[in-house]
């Protein structure tokens, strides 16, 4: 008997997300050595993991047969003397998409709403429909930014949570202290709203939302541990909210959903902070790198504050074909609907050079 006519049907009409395509897959189907294969699809460090973090993960290894934390304790009260919270305002999970998970899990339903901005993170419409909810997107302004006016305007009794994403992926852009005190002033209190900083390290003057955990808002701030810390293997991001919600959270997560070896190297991780600087600054070279040869190229390009950038190519779809079969794996945006746009996550010097040489080649 097919199992699936007993399924949750939000379940069988999800379209799963669709990742950057893997190093070995690629490599396997070309016939290729997995080191000739460079990966900018994913917005991960090129430079890799921070050596403290990798040390840690080291010595912690002789300790997996234990069950982790499952309280999180020190890594939560690092992050909360990093936010300057307390540790009842802090949730950890596997990687920020799980926190978002949680929140959808806790707070959605089919009579529930969700507000997010064009050509958002992915993660949001696929929790959204997971849970039934009505899933409403708000267009950019022409300089391609979350328009919160827009926001507050497609806000209903019904809605529950709103994401806005800061810098946002996959476009890049941000928006400003200014705009974010004026959506803060007027969001009505039966909505949560989520700032997803998963790219806040690369943004060079990001707004301070935790403010609004310390007042008390519904806010909940999510971050990551992928991007900027180069951990995006282990899979651990977390969440800084007011302690009812972090509260709710954690009755939702499962008990160990943050692994010992997670902890232990993201906590190695947050103590590096010249490991994160020269990413940073590996990200700022390459950015310009890249913007200076799109406009040589004559190409669009989007100025972006993320770790990557989207760029006018035509048929992005194609476009990623042609470089995958010269080893340089980008992101398509159709799924994103932009479908003449490549993205391009931010490379060492060598990756970016390579990059920009194969799109020129299939161009
Ligand atoms: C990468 C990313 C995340 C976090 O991913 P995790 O690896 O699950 O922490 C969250 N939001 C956005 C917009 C992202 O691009």
């Known amino acids: 008997m097919s199992m699936e006519r007993f399924a949750n049907q939000n379940v069988l009409e999800l379209v799963a997300y669709q990742p950057g395509k893997p190093i070995e897959e690629t490599a396997r189907e070309l016939g290729l050595a997995p080191e000739s294969i460079v990966k900018l699809a994913s917005n991960e460090n090129p430079l890799g993991p921070s050596p403290k973090a990798v040390e840690a993960i080291t010595k912690a290894a002789c300790d997996v047969?234990?069950?982790?934390?499952?309280?999180?304790?020190?890594?939560?009260?690092?992050?909360?003397?990093?936010?300057?919270?307390?540790?009842?305002?802090?949730?950890?999970?596997?990687?920020?998409?799980?926190?978002?998970?949680?929140?959808?899990?806790?707070?959605?339903?089919?009579?529930?709403?969700?507000?997010?901005?064009?050509?958002?993170?992915?993660?949001?419409?696929?929790?959204?429909?997971?849970?039934?909810?009505?899933?409403?997107?708000?267009?950019?302004?022409?300089?391609?930014?979350?328009?919160?006016?827009?926001?507050?305007?497609?806000?209903?009794?019904q809605t529950r949570v709103v994401f806005i994403t800061n810098p946002t992926n996959p476009i890049g852009t941000v928006v400003t202290q200014e705009e974010i005190d004026a959506f803060m002033s007027k969001v009505p209190d039966h909505v949560l709203v989520c700032f997803d900083e998963a790219y806040r390290e690369f943004s060079t003057n990001p707004p301070d939302t935790l403010k609004y955990v310390r007042e008390g808002k519904n806010v909940i701030i999510l971050r990551t541990f992928s991007k900027a810390y180069g951990l995006a293997g282990l899979r651990v991001g977390y969440g800084v909210a007011p302690a009812n919600i972090t509260a709710m959270l954690h009755k939702a997560r499962t008990p160990f959903n943050s692994h010992s070896l997670a902890q232990e190297a993201a906590l190695a991780a947050l103590a590096d902070r010249d490991h994160v600087r020269k990413t940073v600054e590996n990200n700022a070279i390459g950015m310009r790198y890249y913007e200076e040869a799109f406009t040589a190229m004559g190409l669009e390009w989007i100025p972006s504050q993320g770790n990557f950038i989207l760029v006018k190519v035509g048929q992005g779809k194609k476009v990623f074909a042609d470089m995958l079969a010269k080893g340089v794996i980008v992101r398509a945006q159709d799924g994103y609907g932009l479908p003449e746009w490549i993205r391009i996550s931010i490379g060492t010097p060598a990756e970016n050079a390579r990059c920009v040489e194969v799109l020129k080649e299939v161009l």
């Open 65 to 157: 047969h234990i069950y982790p934390d499952g309280a999180a304790f020190r890594l939560r009260t690092a992050i909360a003397e990093l936010c300057g919270v307390e540790f009842d305002q802090t949730v950890v999970g596997a990687g920020s998409s799980e926190i978002i998970e949680l929140v959808c899990h806790s707070l959605l339903n089919p009579q529930a709403e969700v507000v997010a901005a064009r050509h958002a993170f992915s993660m949001y419409p696929i929790m959204a429909k997971l849970f039934g909810a009505k899933y409403v997107e708000v267009p950019n302004k022409p300089d391609w930014t979350h328009d919160l006016e827009g926001f507050l305007a497609a806000i209903t009794p």
